[in-house]
């Protein structure tokens, strides 16, 4: 448990009804397999549509994993009404991204009324054992949910 309390009561169906509308998420077989107030864990497969010229999963890829499983870290935090935008990320792509799966772990860092700053890490299953392919830091706002 993170400690961080959820300004929703309903905080896990928001956050698995948002991420079912994530068509890109769906597009590359990215599903939520770990959801906490601050934290959510993203998996992917590792298909070869989704590798580049090496064979190694793409950097765009491993890009989106890291800013979707930080931004539902994040929303999984926010108030009822309240959508989840990205707002600036800084990634640090370590080594290949190679391996049966990736694995990506967003995490609050520190919440806030409007702005909520959130890690994000990507490992890399190789051979029996995780490895770390990316890292990042991530702003997030809260917005009014959009008028239907």
């Not at 989840?84 to 290949?96: C, H, M, Q, Y």
């Not at 967003?106 to 890292?135: I, M, N």
Request: proline share 5%; with cysteine.
């Amino acid at each position: 448990m993170t400690g961080f309390i959820p300004q929703s009561p309903d905080f896990e169906d928001r956050v698995h009804v948002s991420f079912a509308g994530q068509t890109f998420m769906e597009t590359i077989g990215a599903r939520i397999t770990r959801l906490e107030p601050g934290i959510v864990d993203l998996t992917l497969e590792k298909r070869a549509d989704l590798c580049q010229q090496h064979g190694y999963i793409h950097a765009g890829v491993t890009t989106a994993l890291l800013d979707s499983a930080a931004g539902y870290a994040a929303f999984s935090l926010f108030k009822p009404g309240e959508e989840v935008l990205t707002t600036e990320f800084k990634v640090n792509l370590l080594r290949p991204a190679k391996g049966a799966f990736l694995v990506a772990e967003g995490r609050v860092v520190k919440p806030g009324k409007t702005l909520t700053v959130c890690r994000s890490d990507v490992y890399a299953h190789q051979g029996g054992e995780d490895v770390l392919v990316a890292t990042a830091l991530l702003s997030m706002i809260a917005v009014k949910t959009p008028a239907v």
